[in-house]
């Protein structure tokens, strides 16, 4: 059995800076791609930023040059910095762990259950 768990997020201004984690733990062999997606009210979710398990990086236009994707491979363990946030950052922020259970098996996206990020004055 696969966890995925967030932690981050809460009430920030415009303008200003959060960090987001996920930590993956369970039966697991590898990961892949790991990855936040965002869900505001009344929206889709949406793409924000992908990496894969050697480092490349992936991310919406909507927040290129403001948010920075990474991970720490031992630790099993992505992260999400935000800067410059704008309100339209408002959000539920899913992150994902593309994960293989055995050696050469095919990997199972597990999601974590979400966090949110408001951006408000």
């Known amino acids: 059995q696969v966890q995925v768990v967030e932690s981050g997020g809460g009430l920030v201004q415009p303008g200003g800076s959060l960090g987001l984690s996920c930590a993956a733990s369970?039966?697991?062999?590898?990961?892949?791609?790991m990855g936040w997606y965002r869900q505001a009210p009344g929206k889709q979710r949406e793409l924000v930023a992908t990496i894969t398990s050697s480092g490349g990086t992936n991310y919406a236009d909507s927040v290129k040059g403001r948010f920075t994707i990474s991970r720490d491979n031992a630790r099993s363990t992505e992260y999400l910095q935000m800067n410059s946030l704008k309100p339209e950052d408002t959000a539920i922020y899913y992150c994902?762990?593309?994960?293989?259970?055995?050696?050469?098996?095919?990997?199972?996206?597990?999601w974590g259950q979400g966090t949110q990020v408001t951006v408000s004055s």
């Open positions: 994902h762990a593309d994960v293989g259970l055995i050696k050469d098996g095919p990997h199972y996206r597990y």
């Open positions: 369970g039966n697991i062999f590898s990961i892949a791609s």
